[in-house]
């Protein structure tokens, strides 16, 4: 818990919500399976299918083919039958720790870094919440703009309207594939601040949390950990660092100071990239539909679904009526 002082008699206290009882979350149904994009291995609600396709994608290429996943299917059939509410967790192969992260926001310049100042640092990181190499949008540019490597799934961050005197900018995240003349903005974040102390900071505006599965040694009950002190709002990417922050941004007279100016980003557009992680691993031709087997469900395996459902069997986490796992099959019980 972090306490500051904003003015005499006035106290803000700032409660750790990593520790705070959270109510089970509530859903009709819980379905466990690979997915194009999204979270892994943490439970994720949606309430429609778009809903579904914005968090977590629809079809991709295996070779020269398109499929969709069978947890795509039935969640679409799911919605289409009168469902309101699934509970969706993504599986991936390998280790969630080691192969997949999310992708990092290219260079965000600040004002003093352009003019040749004597740093080299980032202004702020940004991270896509999703994770893999499908979120890898940098690389080379082509005509108007279009990222050679953004896709539907992927995006771009644009810096707009830095304002020396109120210490703000405005962030906008945009589709990976849009181009200048036809910008696809899927978020604006503004005016937001690097004022760790305003109410528009950027962490507090955007968020910085991240979620991890965890499993506690004295009872075996896995459970997602968070980490970082304000709740993501934003659907697509989270603030990873904040390197040049701006404390108390004016002076008692109302005036910018004059150390703080130079931090604020430049008008800028990049990309994301560093991501790890494949759908399909290297070297697994993925099996779908009447192909599955117990050895390759989809490009996995039943090992792959053993923490998954341990988390979602949680019950004072997680609430629904029925889960399924689409394509899982072979001799589940004895991994």
Known sequence: MAETIVSPGVLAIENDQSFITQAPVQAGAAIIGPTVKGKVGIPTLVTTYSDYQNKFGTTFLSGSQTFSYLTSISAFNYFNSGGTSLLVTRVVSGSTIIDWTPATSSFISSSAHSAGAPYNTNTFILETISEGEIMNSTGPTGSNGTLLSGSANNFRWQIASPDVNSGTFTLLIRQ?????????????????????????????????????????????????????????????????????????????????????????????????????GRNIPTGVAGAYYENISANNIQGLTSASYVESIALLANQDAYNYNFITAPGLIGNFFNN
Do not use: C, H, M
């Not at 007279?253 to 008008?267: A, D, E």
């Open 176 to 276: 990976g594939n849009d181009t200048i003349n036809s910008p696809s903005i899927l978020e604006t974040w503004g005016p937001v601040s690097l004022d760790p102390f305003a109410n528009n900071y950027i962490e507090k505006i955007i968020g910085n949390q991240i979620e991890v599965v965890t499993n506690d040694p004295s009872t075996g009950e896995y459970y997602v950990q968070l980490s970082g002190s304000y709740p993501n709002q934003s659907a697509y990417v989270r603030v990873k660092q904040v390197n040049q922050t701006t404390p108390n941004y004016f002076d008692n007279n109302g005036i910018p100071k004059n150390q703080f100016t130079g931090s604020l980003p430049i008008i800028n557009s990049g990309s994301f990239g560093d991501g790890k």
